[in-house]
Each structure stands twice: as structure tokens, then as C-alpha cells.
């Protein structure tokens, strides 16, 4: 089983649009967890961290649930430059080891 | 600052051939982590550097990868006797705890 699992999408969503990415972890020791956004042919960037008790950043909402083992996205608004693929990523600090999630791949179309 | 450098920024080699990969963290980032990423795939843990101890090589494919990481510093990725299955992009990521990781801009492997 993997560490992290994404739906791969794509999302195809229209501009102004409100769209969600799920994510699942299987480590329950897991501790720190993350959005990343890749464009094409780019590396990876840092979105935003998520925390227990969920955090919101301009039209980015991620909330984490640790019984269930999921982290979410909420994209409001989307605009044309939100299409990327969005990178799930939880940390094990005893190992300190990143592991990602393959990525859900975000349309946003005029 | 400065962020992640990666040299080469591309690089076509010959099958069987050896290459070297390079990375320079951010100053004072003490973990570096590589990974790789085939097209259209997910990353490829590859290997980890904390401070001074052991690195993690658990993600190594096979025995002709290896990596150093010389004064804590700048680290090199080597592949001997490259395969067409090595070509991908290979990414490095440096961290200065355990919060964030800040990537490289990759290396663009072909091998032909």
C-alpha cells in the first residue's frame, strides 16, 4: 500500500469555480503534512502546511482529519493560474522522510 | 537568498556510461534529500542526508547509484553504467528541519 494516495484527476473545473483534492495517508505516525503544487516542468513548491485544527490561506483552505487519516484542499475562486498538480505530503519526523503522493492534476478553464 | 542549485541542468548521455549529479542546498540546511521523477509520475524518494549520521539509502533503485554529501554540505548524485530506464528528472531538495523542503530546479536525465 502506498504512503499517500491522490486521485490523479484530472479536475477539469470552469474559472470562479470551488474545487476539493482528498488525500489519504497510511502511517498514523505521520505528523507533518503539506500541499505542494508542481507546474509542468517545474519543481515542486511548498502551498501551504496543514495543521490539526485547519488553516486558510487567501482562496486555500486545508483541513486535516487524523482519525480517518485524510488531508483536504479547497481551491475557491479558481483562477486560470491555479492549474498545476497539487502534491500531497506527510512527514514521519522520527525519520524525517518526506513521502508524496503522485499528484491530483487541476484544469481551470476559461 | 539563494535557493536550491542543480548542475547540469540537462544532461544526455550514452547507455553504460557513468554521470554525475550535482546539488547545492540552501546554506544551513542540514537534511538533503534526492528524489527523481519519471514523466508524468509521482517523486521517487532516492536517498536522505541528516547532519553528520548515516544517510537513509533506502530509495537506491540498484548498486549503481550512490550519493556523497562532502562537508555537509554540496552533494553529488552518481549513476554508473546509466540504462534507459534512469532517464527521468532528478530533484533535490534541501530542509532545515522537519517542517518544509525547498527543491532544486532539477536535472533533466536522457539517456540514450
Known amino acids: 500500500r502506498k504512503e499517500v494516495e491522490q486521485d490523479p484527476g484530472p479536475f477539469n473545473v470552469p474559472e470562479g469555480a470551488t474545487v476539493a483534492f482528498n488525500c489519504t495517508y497510511s502511517?498514523?505516525?505521520?505528523?507533518?503534512f503539506f500541499w505542494y503544487r508542481q507546474d509542468c516542468r517545474k519543481e515542486p513548491k511548498l502551498l501551504m502546511s496543514?495543521?490539526?485544527s485547519g488553516n486558510e490561506d487567501g482562496r486555500f483552505t486545508a483541513q486535516l482529519n487524523r482519525a480517518s487519516q485524510y488531508i483536504s484542499l479547497l481551491i475557491r475562486d479558481s483562477k486560470l493560474s491555479d492549474s498545476a498538480t497539487y502534491l500531497c505530503v506527510v512527514n514521519h519526523r522520527t525519520f524525517n522522510k518526506f513521502y508524496f503522493g503522485s499528484g491530483t492534476k487541476l484544469n481551470v478553464k476559461p | 537568498g539563494a535557493g536550491v542549485s542543480q548542475s547540469p541542468s540537462n544532461k544526455v548521455t550514452e547507455k553504460g556510461k557513468d554521470v554525475e549529479l550535482r546539488c547545492d542546498p540552501i546554506s544551513g540546511h542540514t537534511a538533503l534529500y534526492w528524489y527523481r521523477q519519471s514523466l508524468g509520475q509521482g517523486l521517487e524518494f532516492l536517498i536522505y542526508f541528516q547532519g553528520n549520521s548515516a544517510p537513509d539509502k533506502s530509495g537506491l533503485p540498484s548498486d549503481r547509484f550512490s550519493a556523497e554529501r562532502t562537508g555537509g554540505s554540496v552533494s553529488t548524485l552518481t549513476i554508473q553504467r546509466t540504462q534507459q530506464e534512469d532517464s527521468a528528472v532528478y530533484l533535490c531538495?534541501?530542509?532545515?528541519?522537519?517542517?518544509?523542503?525547498?527543491f532544486g530546479p532539477g536535472t533533466r536525465l536522457l539517456v540514450l
Open positions: 502511517n498514523s505516525a505521520s505528523q507533518s
Open positions: 531538495a534541501s530542509s532545515p528541519s522537519s517542517e518544509t523542503q525547498y
Open positions: 496543514v495543521y490539526s
